[in-house]
C-alpha cells in the first residue's frame, strides 16, 4: 500500500499552483472541489506536445510541477492526475489514484491501463476526478452506478459499475447513445505503475500520443481539439463540427488554445508536423 510520501505531494508548490488557477485555498467541500476541478481543466490545455518535441521530462510531480506552475503548460493524464492529486492532498480531502483502460472494455484486442484519474472520498461519497482525458469531465461524478451528471453547460456523463466486478465505467452523452471513454479498475496504483504507463504511451510506435499532435481546451461554450492537419468543435447539445485546416491556420489554433510554448517549441512543433506556415493567397 502506498502512503503520501510515495507521491511526494509535500514537494507540490501549492501555492504557485492555486494562483494558476486563480484560486485561495478552502476548507475541503463539494463546492470547494467542483471549483478547483472545473478550474484546472479550463486552465491547463491537454496535449502531447513534449511526446511530439523529444523532450518529455517525466510524470514525476517535480517534473509535472515544473510545466504546470512554472511555465502554466499542459500535458496528459498522468501529469494532469498527478499534479491535482497532489494539490487535493495538501487541502485535505482522501485521494485515491486509479488506473483505467481507455475506450471500449467489449473491444478486441483490450487495452492496457494507461489512463490515470484521481478518486476523493468525500463525506462517506466516492467522487471521480478526470482531469486528464481532454474532451472528459469538467467536475467529479459520484460512483454510483447508473448516475448521470450534467455539467459544463450541457455535457452529459454516466456512470456505471461491471457487474460484480470493482470497476467502473464512464461514458460520455453522443448523439442518442453513449460513446464509451475508459474503465477504471480499483487495483492498488504505485508511482512506478505511472511511470511505466507513461513510458508506453509517451515511447511506443503505436501509441496514439506518438503518432501526431493533439492540443485540446474547454473553452467557454465549446471545446476545441486540434491535430496537424483538424480542427474539431464540440457544444453542448450541438452537432460535432469536424474540418481540415487551412495552410497557416495551426498556428491560430495554438495562439488561441494557449498551451504556453516558447517561439521556438512552436517552430519545431510545425516543422515536425509537416505544416505550412504560409498564407492562403
Known sequence: MTTRDDWQAAQLD???????LGLDARTPSRAALDELVEQHVRT??????DVLLGQHPGVGLEAVQGKFVGRGRGGYCFEH???????LERLGYPVVRRLARVGDPAAVPVSGRTHLVVEV????QRLLCDPGFGMGLVRPVPLVDGHVAEQGGGWRFRVTRDGDRAVWRLARARGHGWEP?????????VPQDVEIGHHYTSTYPGSHFT????????LPGRHVTVTESAVTVRRPG?????RDLAAGELREWLELLAPSLTEDEVSRL??????SEATPS
Do not use: C, K, W
Request: aromatic letters at 6%.
Open 81 to 87: 492526475s498527478t499534479i491535482l492529486a497532489a494539490a
Open 270 to 275: 510545425l516543422a515536425r508536423s509537416g505544416v
Open 181 to 189: 471513454m475508459h474503465s477504471t479498475d480499483e487495483h492498488p496504483v
Open 121 to 124: 472520498v468525500l463525506d462517506g
Open 14 to 20: 501549492l501555492r504557485g499552483y492555486l494562483e494558476r
Open 238 to 242: 450541438s452537432p460535432t463540427e469536424h
Open 211 to 218: 503518432q501526431g499532435l493533439v492540443v485540446a481546451r474547454h
Open 44 to 49: 491547463f490545455t491537454f496535449d502531447n506536445v
